[in-house]
């Protein structure tokens, strides 16, 4: 359904039915009235700036008698608030966008709460790609920046076991608590320890030998880095490999801030570690 219509007794039901999961506004105008006309214009550019948070209906006052009639409209314009199929809220006569704005956001969603939606979505259908998880892990990565309630982190938790981004799923499920450690929690839990089995590869453990018994071997490090990053190990592989660069930029002949870039490089633009291994070196350079 568009986030703007004009209600008809065809579609009145449709738009009781969109009520129960979205905040509907309903505007009455008047065509003989023209400055009622103009508000509901007013309300359709709040609509098109807010076009994922509330769908407004508008009822057309001069041919949708019954419909004017059933909400017992006195004037025009006047805006009711629908939620769950009920009018919750509402004014009359014309307001200013920053009023009309301050009362509806009584009512609608916050922003983390579309994402977490938007992105549970994306999680429940199960012809999804590998981008739509990318588009999933952003969405929720926005939504835990804004509110890293339980939900919100355990969903961002699951994503990225999805994406074998091992370290981040277990860094998130530490910050559960108590309270909220439910089925999925322990779920997503087994998950984790399933992930990090696989990712302890024969390879890896070889080379953590191999640079436990001579530290200051720093081929042997960018081959762990490397083989870490194989198996999406990437903040231990960063870090790593930073802690050799926080002391020497050049170590090795350049060679291990090659590998630091390569594996920066690979992850993209849009990684929450790419952002935040890339401020890191830019203190050490400047």
């Known amino acids: 359904m568009t986030n703007v219509l004009d209600l008809t007794k065809e579609n009145i039901q449709q738009v009781v039915d969109a009520s129960m999961d979205h905040i509907v506004v309903l505007t009455f105008a008047s065509q003989q009235m023209p400055e009622s006309a103009a508000f509901t214009g007013q309300l359709e550019q709040l609509a098109a700036k807010n076009s994922d948070r509330f769908i407004l209906a ?93 939900e919100v982190t355990t969903a961002l938790a699951d994503v990225s076991l999805m994406l074998n981004d091992v370290t981040r799923a277990e860094a998130l499920l530490k910050t559960i608590g ?50 870490m990053h194989q198996v999406q190990r990437n903040e231990e592989a960063l870090e790593l490999l930073f802690t050799v660069l926080s002391k020497d930029l050049s170590a090795l002949d350049g060679e291990v801030k090659k590998a630091f870039m390569e594996i920066l490089t690979a992850l993209g633009q849009s990684n929450s570690l790419t952002n935040q291994y890339r401020r890191r070196l830019y203190t050490l350079l400047y």
């Open 58 to 150: 508008k009822v057309d006052c001069d041919s949708q008698v019954e419909i004017a009639q059933y909400f017992q409209i006195q004037s025009v314009p006047t805006t009711l608030i629908l939620s769950k199929g009920q009018p919750v809220d509402g004014f009359s006569d014309v307001k200013p966008e920053a009023e009309v704005l301050a009362l509806l956001e009584k009512h609608l969603p916050a922003a983390w709460e579309l994402q977490l939606k938007q992105a549970q979505v994306i999680l429940a259908n199960e012809q999804r790609t590998a981008d739509d998880l990318v588009k999933a892990s952003e969405l929720l990565t926005l939504a835990h920046r804004e509110s890293p309630v339980a």
């Open 178 to 227: 108590l309270a909220d450690q439910d089925s999925y929690y322990q779920s997503l839990m087994a998950k984790l320890a399933l992930a990090k089995d696989a990712s302890d590869t024969p390879e890896i453990r070889s080379l953590q030998s191999q640079f436990d018994a001579a530290p200051d071997d720093l081929q042997v490090l960018i081959d762990l880095a490397k083989a």
